[in-house]
Nanobody, 122 residues
Framework: QVQLVESGGGLVQAGGSLTLSCAAS????????MGWFRQAPGKERELVAA????????YYADSVKGRFTISRDNAKNTLYLQMNSLEPEDTAVYYC???????????????WGQGTQVTVSS
C-alpha cells in the first residue's frame, strides 16, 4: 500500500508560482506512475499532469501546458508539481495519485492523497 501526503498549497496572486510536493510512503513508489489531479468547487476532477515511473514520459492537460511541470525523485519518494504563471482558474484542491500512466490519463487511480488547496487571486 502507498500513502500519499500533499503539501505546498497556499494563496498566491495571479502570475505567481507555487511548487506542490507529494510525499509517498512505502518502497513501491518507484514502481508507480504518478499524477496530479485537481478539483474546483462545482467542477469535475481533472487530471493536470502525469509522469511515468521512470520519468521517461509526461502528460499535461492543455490548460496547463507550458506553465506546469511535473517531476519526481524516486530516491526521495516524492512527486512535484511546479506551477508558474498561475491564473485564478487554477484555483482548486490538488491531489496526487498513483496508478498506471494510461489509467491516470483516463481518470483512474489506485491511491489518492488528501489534497492541498491552491487559491489564485486576481
Amino acid at each position: 500500500q502507498v500513502q500519499l501526503v500533499e503539501s505546498g498549497g497556499g494563496l498566491v496572486q495571479a502570475g505567481g508560482s507555487l511548487t506542490l510536493s507529494c510525499a509517498a510512503s512505502g518502497r513501491t513508489f518507484r514502481s508507480y506512475d504518478m499524477g496530479w489531479f485537481r478539483q474546483a468547487p462545482g467542477k469535475e476532477r481533472e487530471l493536470v499532469a502525469a509522469i511515468t515511473w521512470s520519468a521517461g514520459s509526461t502528460y499535461y492537460a492543455d490548460s496547463v501546458k507550458g506553465r506546469f511541470t511535473i517531476s519526481r525523485d524516486n530516491a526521495k519518494n516524492t512527486l512535484y508539481l511546479q506551477m508558474n504563471s498561475l491564473e485564478p482558474e487554477d484555483t482548486a484542491v490538488y491531489y496526487c495519485a498513483s496508478g498506471t500512466f494510461s489509467g491516470l490519463i483516463n481518470g483512474q487511480f489506485r491511491y489518492w492523497g488528501q489534497g492541498t488547496q491552491v487559491t489564485v487571486s486576481s
